[in-house]
């Protein structure tokens, strides 16, 4: 049985990250055919697109009362995109350019949602108006970057008058919805592996289930920087994490409030200090190369043993 929960759950994963991929394309032609600020693509359309399974998870596991999987999954995913993927975009694709204001605001927000939220959690409960405030405080915050820092990332596209931005968005609703099956099946098949073999859901939520729900951010984000879309891939990645570390954490406890275990604090507290971490390298130059990704490596390897070291 335990074989079959870890096929479903590698399945799972795989569909989330087919869909989602796809939902990303055809909201991205949407996007740009109905005058999208392009800045801010990979903040928000792009951000939200690779992050639906964190939020898909976020509901579904709100909806069977696993608060751990919550707290794990979205901290874990905020350190670990702009620690682990962005070092193998550095690795793998050298140079890389960032704006370094964006990634010190954006980082520095993210930063500061993961310790708020650290004190929510102390109570072991994570409410209702707690969640819709940390989904309040993402429209906040991508409001505030849109803001100050104009006009770099707020330029209008060339819209292509003959296209029509309807039919894709049609599609990507349609991807969405083939993204939230596969993380309802990537959710209850990790409960039931974790249950199996008897380990805590929130440690494991932070570093298994983070890197496997990472996944489309990666497999976007190579493809955009190969492609020359550096700016994309960096407002992705730094978006993604304060998407997971705002909405993604609060969508789920906003429509059932969920109790977390004691760790939950010291959870969000580390992954808080691995995004800081990350966001101190990534604006301490305009250009990175293989020393930032080896950097980078050694913050994401230094937060997972802390996490372990916090949880256990």
């Known amino acids: 049985m335990l074989l079959l929960w870890l ?38 359309v792009l951000a939200i697109g690779t992050d639906l399974p964190e939020i898909a998870n976020s509901i579904v596991s709100a909806l ?10 979205a901290a874990g995913s905020a350190f670990t ?21 964006t990634v010190l605001l954006v980082g520095s927000m993210t930063t500061g949602a993961l310790l708020v939220v650290s004190l ?14 940390l989904v309040v405080a993402w429209v906040a915050a991508i409001a505030v970057v849109g ?43 990790f409960v039931n592996v974790t ?16 890197l496997g729900t990472s996944l489309p951010e990666l497999v ?5 920087v190969r492609r020359g879309a550096v700016a994309l891939a960096i407002g992705d990645l730094f978006g993604s994490s304060l998407l997971d570390a705002t909405l993604a954490l609060g969508i789920g406890p906003s429509i059932r409030a969920v109790t977390v275990s004691e760790t939950a604090t010291a959870a969000c507290i580390v992954a808080a200090m691995g995004v800081l971490g990350a966001t101190a390298v990534g604006a301490s130059q305009p ?18 043993a802390a996490m372990l070291i916090a949880t256990g």
């Open 7 to 44: 096929a479903a759950f590698v399945g799972g994963l795989a569909a989330a990250t087919f869909g989602s991929r796809r939902a990303v394309t055809a909201a991205l032609i949407a996007s740009e055919r109905s005058r999208i600020s392009p800045g801010l693509i990979g903040l928000t």
């Open 64 to 73: 069977s009362g696993h608060g751990d999987v919550i707290i794990g999954d």
């Open 81 to 101: 995109q702009v620690t682990l993927v962005l070092a193998i975009l550095c690795l793998a694709a050298a140079p890389i350019t960032a704006d370094r204001q």
């Open 120 to 133: 929510m959690v102390r109570d072991q409960v994570l409410g209702r108006i707690e969640g819709a405030a």
């Open 147 to 189: 803001h100050e820092r104009e006009p770099e990332l707020v330029a209008r596209r060339r819209v292509d008058p003959a296209g029509r931005a309807l039919p894709h968005a049609i599609a990507a609703i349609a991807w969405l919805a083939v993204v939230g099956a596969a993380a309802t099946v990537v959710v209850k098949s």
């Open 195 to 210: 249950e199996s073999i008897g380990l805590p859901e929130l440690v494991t939520s932070a570093i298994v289930l983070s």
């Open 220 to 224: 976007v984000d190579l493809t955009a």
């Open 287 to 304: 250009v990175h190369g293989r020393r930032s990704g080896t950097v980078l490596l050694l913050v994401y390897f230094g937060t997972v």
